[in-house]
């Protein structure tokens, strides 16, 4: 499916560049750089892999949080990421500053079965500021720096659509 003629803000994600793009229209707004799947790109639930297709921006979660605030199970722990934070938990799946929660809409490709983008829950969130990006690094959701993060998040909307391609 074609956005290119969209009206509205929307968001496309390149895999093979690692870019994510925010448009007005058919005019890009920013461009930041992102980390996504270490397996590479697909749908199954438990593959580690960030989904293809056509999305929307189902929930905005941590409105106003700091910079590197830490988030499990879509609440706020009341920590701020610090290297030292880090060092104590090296195995930690960090999701920092905002999520940014994504369903699929395209059903039987991402939405719906074993497929389901929200279901697994696939985000937009930040990652410590000391992990590389542009690069292929997450278990299947999209990796920013926290300052980009927080400054993509202030100009979305739910419903915002986000296309992911390769």
Not at 68 to 76: I, L, N, T
Request: hydrophobic letters at 35%; proline letters at 4%; one cysteine or more.
């Amino acid at each position: 499916m074609s956005l290119d003629a969209v009206v509205g803000r929307w968001i496309r994600i390149n895999l093979g560049t690692q870019l994510l793009e925010l448009f007005e229209g058919d005019v890009v707004l920013s461009t930041y750089p992102v980390s996504t799947a270490t397996n590479g790109s697909g749908e199954r639930v438990g593959s580690g892999k960030t989904p293809r297709g056509l999305h929307e921006v189902r929930e905005l979660i941590g409105h106003g949080m700091p910079s590197g605030a830490v988030f499990m199970g879509r609440k706020w722990t009341g920590e701020v990421c610090t290297l030292e934070l880090q060092a104590e938990s090296p195995e930690r799946d960090w999701m920092l500053s905002r999520l940014i929660w994504l369903a699929g809409l395209e059903v039987g490709k991402n939405c719906g079965g074993d497929v389901d983008t929200f279901a697994r829950y696939i985000y937009i969130h930040g990652t410590p500021d000391s992990e590389p990006v542009g690069e292929p690094r997450s278990h299947g959701c999209i990796r920013m720096r926290n300052a980009d993060v927080i400054a993509l998040f202030d100009r979305l909307d739910t419903g915002t659509l986000v296309r992911i391609d390769e």
